[in-house]
């Protein structure tokens, strides 16, 4: 068994995880992005094989040794000595190579991965990963993606309270939309841009661990409490009931995420509606705020070894 | 109506949007007033194409052959919004493509608008899995060393067509192309051999092959007008 963790050493949630995993006396291989540039790799692929080996200075890590990995690089693009020696260096050619060969590697390895690139994904188009959640049972809100500014108005008085936010995954803020923002309708025509009508209800954030559930619920007035301003945020434990709890391990499973964030509200009239997945979660801040032991659970899943999760042709 | 998705600057796509009649979508039309895609609500949804707005009902087919959306191809949005209005175009396309009920060729992947964006060992690995003979690939990065990625070199190609297959090779090398792209989920695939033999080797795989070749360019029509062309 060997666990190879993949990122920024210092990280917060790769830091928590790798400390999990050496209380639970797990052998660990630590793949620093700080150190790409004295970072090699080789990988070979072919009938029944899936090798090769990465070299950081005196350190060897054979791949086909490794049975499960945790990912959370950074873009290697934003790296202090990468963007330092620019987009026409070598050691910006090389740590990208590195990158590509990883994420190649991470795809086809029967170790577990939390998680595979391809499935990570699905969080790079809210409205694509809008559907799939649909598809898992979940409530999903009333959305309009338009270039029209017509059709955003039309939208807005019929649903009285609306909130606007990216269809990328990139500059991810909900705003509600107000009398100020009418002026501005006219710029949607220059890009596709996303309303959604405005559930009200109590959110809850729900971290599935394999086949574990950590629910808290966020008690905030905030349009999004991760960017609160002023408003005071509270995170608490919670229990979901079981059927959602089974519908968030669903989702997560048909997603191809062994760790998914979900965020998750409750409709005054009971419905739960499901907004995003995130594949790749932040979870520290809610395990300080509700006490919930993720990284534990995740390091418990890693460890738990290798399982023929690697993509099958169909 | 069939719809050609692809850069501005794709000679070969406009050409075959021309020989087909189909309507030619580039990102400039992602901003121009019209496009509306409905999710959790009914409701009619358009599209742009061409600066025309077209009700998605009518659209029969399409042909992907934009990976993304370049900030290269927004001159007319304010340069320091260029990355991220991409960045929403080709999410957005993501979302439009992959639900369309008409033939997309290729459907979108979560990484690519054209199909999966393998590299040349992802397609080894699948053609091994499916029992095809493979050379294998061999993938290194070195700060000093030589370049990361072997060459393909001289190869036999063989594109797939849903079911058809085009090539110089025997029966058995395009049956075994059209297995590794049903095996991709892809409609459209150039599979390389190392040879023309029928023990050639996979060596990988490209979604996004020459359409130029009348052949081709017509199967890819016929396709998207009738669906399967068997």
């Given at each position: 068994m060997l666990i190879l963790l993949w990122g920024v050493a210092s990280e917060a949630p790769l830091a928590a995880v790798r400390e999990a995993l050496e209380r639970q006396g797990a052998p660990v291989a630590m793949l620093d992005q700080r150190e790409m540039l004295d970072t090699t790799i080789d990988i070979r692929v072919g009938a029944g094989e899936v090798g090769g080996a990465i070299r950081v200075r005196d350190q060897r890590i054979d791949l086909a040794a490794v049975t499960g990995v945790y990912v959370r690089p950074y873009s290697a693009a934003e790296l202090p000595s990468v963007t330092a020696a620019g987009p026409a260096s070598a050691a910006w050619r090389h740590v990208l190579a590195v990158e590509a060969i990883l994420y190649s590697w991470l795809e086809l390895t029967p170790a577990l991965v939390v998680s595979r690139p391809e499935a990570m994904g699905t969080n790079n188009s809210k409205p694509y990963q809008l559907e799939l959640i649909r598809e898992a049972g979940f409530c999903i809100p009333e959305t309009l993606v338009t270039t029209e500014p017509e059709a955003a108005r039309d939208f807005?008085?019929?649903?009285?309270?609306?909130?606007?936010?990216?269809?990328?995954?990139?500059?991810?803020?909900?705003?509600?939309?107000?009398?100020?923002?009418?002026?501005?309708?006219?710029?949607?025509?220059?890009?596709?841009?996303?309303?959604?009508?405005?559930?009200?209800?109590?959110?809850?954030?729900?971290?599935?661990?394999?086949?574990?559930?950590?629910?808290?619920?966020?008690?905030?007035?905030?349009?999004?409490y991760r960017y609160p301003g002023e408003q005071p945020v509270e995170i608490r434990a919670c229990t979901l009931p079981r059927e959602v709890e089974d519908r968030c391990r669903r989702l997560a499973t048909a997603l191809g995420l062994p760790v998914a964030g979900i965020d998750l509200r409750r409709h005054h009239d009971g419905a739960w509606y499901c907004f995003e997945v995130n594949p790749c979660p932040a979870f520290i801040y809610y395990e300080h705020a509700a006490d919930l032991p993720i990284s534990t659970a995740i390091a418990r899943l890693l460890a738990g070894g290798a399982e023929a999760s690697a993509p099958t042709p169909s | 109506m069939l719809l050609a998705l692809a850069s501005g600057y794709d000679r070969s796509a406009a050409t075959w949007a021309a020989r087909h009649g189909a309507a030619l979508l580039t990102p400039a039309d992602l901003s121009v007033a019209g496009w509306r895609y409905h999710a959790g609500i009914s409701g009619p949804d358009t599209a742009v194409a061409g600066g025309e707005v077209i009700a998605v009902e009518r659209i029969e087919g399409v042909l992907t052959r934009l990976p993304y959306v370049s900030p290269v191809e927004l001159g007319h949005i304010v340069e320091t919004d260029q990355e991220y209005v991409a960045a929403e175009m080709t999410a957005f396309l993501l979302a439009w493509l992959t639900r369309l009920p008409c033939p997309v060729i290729n459907r979108p992947t979560s990484s690519w608008l054209c199909g999966p964006a393998w590299p040349p060992e992802r397609w080894v690995w699948t053609a091994a899995r499916l029992g095809l003979h493979v050379r294998p690939v061999h993938r290194q990065a070195r700060l000093d060393g030589p370049p990361a990625e072997e060459e393909i070199g001289n190869h036999t190609l063989v594109t797939v067509v849903d079911d058809r297959w085009f090539g110089s090779v025997p029966e058995s090398l395009g049956r075994q192309a059209r297995r590794l792209a049903v095996a991709a989920g892809t409609s459209l695939l150039a599979v390389q051999f190392d040879g023309a033999e029928p023990d050639a080797a996979v060596l990988g795989a490209d979604p996004w092959p020459d359409i130029a070749p009348a052949e081709i360019a017509d199967a890819v029509a016929a396709y998207l007008m009738h669906g399967s062309l068997c």
């Open positions: 807005w008085d019929r649903h009285g309270d609306v909130i606007y936010k990216s269809v990328s995954g990139v500059r991810s803020i909900v705003s509600r939309m107000r009398p100020e923002h009418a002026a501005r309708l006219a710029n949607v025509s220059w890009c596709p841009t996303q309303f959604q009508r405005y559930i009200a209800g109590r959110e809850h954030r729900v971290h599935v661990v394999g086949d574990e559930v950590f629910a808290c619920e966020v008690h905030s007035e905030a349009d999004d | -």
